[in-house]
């Protein structure tokens, strides 16, 4: 199960990344910043906050691969080293997301 959210996962971030730079060459007047929010859907990650919260990991190996720095650290304040679901935007050509909103991920009682 997990390692079909993880492949769907690298699937849909992949085709945004691609659709981001095709955007981006289409829009060079924009700045970064702005052709990323405005050209891109937030989507749903869940993965793991680092201890200081400046780096999200959507596997549960941890390589460097699968981490993403966060822009808005503050978000995640409090949930540190806690699995979370969060709204976001990727921008994958600096291997950074924006946070929109967290949702702390219950763990399963079996």
Known sequence: MNKLLVTALSLALMTIGSAQAQSLSQSAAKSDASALSST???????GRVSGDGRHFSFDRDSDSDSEWNVSNARALKGHEGSLV???CYVDATRNQIQILSVIRVQPEVR
């Open 85 to 87: 679901t969060v709204k």
């Open 40 to 46: 891109t859907r937030p989507i749903l990650i869940s």
